[in-house]
């Protein structure tokens, strides 16, 4: 699952099947985006820097709408990836001790 919050993007790992890799694959995509990303300048030349955060740990999904029906995510795990986002370095994958603990 991914979708965007704010000018972020989030991916959730492990749905709407379980994945015992969830965390790897997870991480593993965040370091993929980190290498993809210093082949785009900005218009001054200056280099694209993003940051990225990844964590493990319940959350709800489903299906919410009546006439447009959307995959959504909720919970503290939600919340708690986002601000291993945003309270990163640019550049870096930022990792949460439950993360750390399962591709260890």
């Given amino acids: ?25 997870v991480c593993r995509f965040g ?30 999904a489903g299906v919410i709408g009546l006439k447009k029906f959307t995959y959504d995510v909720w919970g503290d795990a939600v919340n708690t990836a986002s601000r291993m986002e945003s309270h990163g370095e640019p550049m870096r994958l930022h990792v949460s001790a439950s993360t750390a603990s399962l591709v260890s």
């Fill in 31 to 60: 370091l993929q985006m980190l290498e993809a990303v210093q082949q785009f300048h900005d218009d001054q030349n200056n280099p694209i820097r993003i940051r990225a955060g990844a964590h493990s740990g319940p959350c709800v």
């Fill in 1 to 25: 699952k991914i979708k965007t919050i704010g000018d972020c993007y989030m991916g959730a790992g492990g749905l709407p099947e379980p994945d015992v890799l969830h965390a790897h694959k």
